[in-house]
């Protein structure tokens, strides 16, 4: 899903944008976020929102991953080479 509105992004914007980046920060989006639960979603083994700060940092960080992996092969496939060359005319 991520990869599919990366492409939205990149069709919408892909004029007026030069440089692409995936995810702002997302160690700290898994650790802050599930590990000890001080940002969204609030999920650690001790908050009461629930969760498991053993797994859910890890998962969180490797589907962070694979969603940035998909939407930088999307874009290096399909719009890398018409956007240099849209930027370097």
């Known amino acids: 899903a991520f990869s599919?509105?990366?492409?939205?992004c990149f069709q919408t914007f892909g004029?007026?944008?030069?440089?692409?980046?995936?995810?702002?920060?997302?160690?700290?989006v898994a650790?802050?976020?599930?590990?000890?639960?001080?940002?969204?979603?609030g999920?650690?083994?001790?908050?009461?929102?629930?969760?498991?700060s053993t797994t859910e940092p890890y998962l969180v960080a490797h589907h962070l991953i694979l969603s940035h992996a998909?939407?930088?092969?999307r874009y290096r496939n399909k719009y890398q080479v018409k956007m240099a060359n849209q930027f370097n005319d």
């Open 4 to 8: 599919d509105y990366a492409e939205f």
């Open 15 to 28: 004029d007026r944008v030069k440089n692409w980046f995936t995810f702002n920060e997302p160690r700290c």
């Open 31 to 41: 650790a802050l976020g599930y590990d000890n639960g001080l940002h969204a979603p």
């Open 43 to 52: 999920r650690c083994s001790e908050c009461a929102a629930g969760g498991n």
């Open 70 to 73: 998909a939407a930088v092969k």
